[in-house]
């Protein structure tokens, strides 16, 4: 066998090793750290009247009455509560619309996921999560007849960009507010 036949042989065997294709990881020219996500396990937390659950590991601070702060100081990120009780039902449409609108505006261009159900303690829930980035992918609000009114936002404190680099985190948000409002009662 001649050496240009060798060579040619030796290409063919290369690009065959080479068009595996299989699940084998490959290095990215930048890479994000993992997130170092908090415990499955959950805490009971109240304001004005509800309670639902938090996760354990998060800190809590009561800004003004009403309101709740849980934060995640390893995301660098607070989810804010807000529970309000509304007198009429003409005053809980018009909070629904309000928070509705604010939800929308705060989401600006981006795209989200919605998530509507009730829990079982009759409140009405509907939750938006954006992977698109930004300081507040994580919204929230819930409604019972009763005149119970809850709002929240998750709130990421640096930067929100690129997207995919924040993604662990906004899903790590979400669990943790599906969580809140499935336990609202």
Request: hydrophobic content about 45%; charged content about 20%; proline content about 5%.
């Amino acid at each position: 066998m001649n050496t240009a036949a060798k060579i040619i042989l030796i290409l063919l065997a290369a690009t065959a090793a080479c068009s595996r294709n299989d699940d084998s990881a490959v290095p990215r020219r930048t890479a994000y750290p993992r997130l170092e996500l908090y415990a499955d396990s959950t805490v009971t937390a109240g304001i004005g009247g509800v309670s639902f659950d938090i996760n354990a590991g998060a800190d809590t601070a009561t800004p003004r009455d009403g309101w709740l702060d849980i934060a995640y100081p390893r995301y660098n990120a607070v989810i804010h509560v807000t529970v309000r009780r509304l007198a009429s039902a003409e005053e809980l449409e018009e909070a629904i619309a309000n928070r509705a609108q604010r939800m929308n505006l705060n989401l600006g261009e981006r795209t989200a996921m919605a998530s509507d159900f009730e829990n079982e303690a009759g409140f009405t829930c509907s939750a938006l999560t954006s992977l698109d980035g930004g300081p507040t992918p994580v919204q929230f609000m819930a409604y019972r007849a009763d005149g119970s009114f809850i709002s929240g936002v998750a709130d990421i404190t640096g930067p929100s960009e690129p997207a995919d680099s924040i993604g662990p985190t906004v899903r790590a948000l979400a669990a943790d507010a599906e969580i809140l409002l499935k336990s609202l009662r």
